[in-house]
């Protein structure tokens, strides 16, 4: 089902992976290991260029991340369309399962047998970067055709001052809440919370009345360190070299998420449990608000009809700095790859925004070019909208003024775990907020001076 492909898909940006697999790609994905040997033996020189144009045979290596066989019809047909316009080129797609592809693409970088594109998220493929193992597309793309895309998306693939991949699909989080609970509790069903201010009002009302929560802030991906940015809050100097949230802002935000904790407005879960568990709450119709990304959307209609009838989309909760967050997934060149133009053109030809507005209308992803959002499937709806239908208008009209929020950082993870336990400390009241602030700054410091 496409809907459990995109949960999986838009957790991993900020959470776990799924696992699984499918062999019965029309790409051959059955002998990809025989492709990645075969294709790539002479993926190891110096990026000769320009060779379909000279009428030489070329064969470039596609790797997507558990797209088959859901999207077999739509990946082939962008390939059979790249192929007619480029008589000499044939893209072979390979499918590698979610959970194998980090092993998988070190593995060949490291062997010199990387594909020539390969689809990965911004925090992955900028440890690529670090390694020097993908290729600068900044240098090498028209910069009229970098200008299609959103600013905000383009950002999120730099990294030490060079642009590691061309923006692919998105999603903006939306906010998702229960118009019965917003009634039970005395609350205007039109009217849901914009700000963090408003949403501790809300939630500290919905407990009051009914008893069930407002808010569940899912502690196991980035959701933490990006509401600390939209509070206003620096994570680190303009360097990435230091820490830089022991701030009045970061001891109000740190106060924010310990007082909804110990004034029990927020479920003792989020502490142990994550974005799954979340879920699993507001269709259980014991959660208000739900921000997410709106391909959840389908999985509540399937396993709770009556939540999804009375859900109403509405847009992300921010700080007073009016940011929004994005997920961003991309495609990167390794370096190595023998055709690193064609490479190149089939990268910007699978994010053009005909082929990315196709995709969108397959599942619920959103495109990352600009003009892609004229098209009317992006800002109108029917006379009875689906919740769907307003998730999907409300999600693109947040995407001019979005971004990612989170740049890729080296030890990313670690540095999310040590802001996140130090929170927890404040809020099991083990520690100040104050205190644990300073212990964050610390751990933060010694991390980012590996």
Known sequence: ????????????LVLAACGGNNNDAASGNEEATAEESNNNDSNNNDGNSNAADSGEAVEIEFWTMQLSPDFDDYINGVIEKFEDE??????????VPWGDMETRILSAVAGGTAPDVANLNPQFAAQLAELDGLVNVEELIDPEVKDQYFEGAWISNSFDGKTFGVPWYLSSQVTMYNADIFEQAGLDPEDP?????????????????TGKYGYFPPFDGSHVLEAL???????????????????????EAFEYFTNLYQNELIPREVLTEGHAAMIDMYQGGQLAIMASGPQFLSQIETNAPD???????APQI???????????MNLVIPEGTEYTDEALDFAVFMTNAENQTDFSKETAILPSIETALDEPFFQEMEENP??????????????PDSEVLIPPMENYEDLRVAMVEALESAMFEQQSPQEA???AEEQWNQILAQ
């Not at 914009?194 to 009345?209: G, H, M, N, R, W």
């Not at 921010?318 to 961003?328: P, V």
């Open 437 to 439: 602030l300073d212990q």
């Open 318 to 328: 921010t700080g007073e700095t009016g940011l929004m967050n994005i997920a961003a």
């Open 386 to 399: 689906t919740p769907e239908e307003e998730a999907r208008v409300v999600s693109a009209s947040q995407l």
């Open 229 to 251: 940015v939209m509070m206003g809050v620096d994570l680190t100097n303009e360097e990435i070299t230091e820490a830089a949230f022991n701030t009045p802002e970061g001891l």
């Open 307 to 313: 939540i999804f009838e009375v859900t109403r989309p």
């Open 86 to 95: 480029h008589e000499n080129v044939t893209v072979n797609w390979v499918d």
């Open 1 to 12: 089902m496409k809907w459990f492909f995109f949960m999986c898909m838009f957790l991993v």
């Open 193 to 209: 919370p914009s700000t963090f201010e408003e949403l501790y009002d809300v939630a500290e009302q919905i407990k009051e009345e």
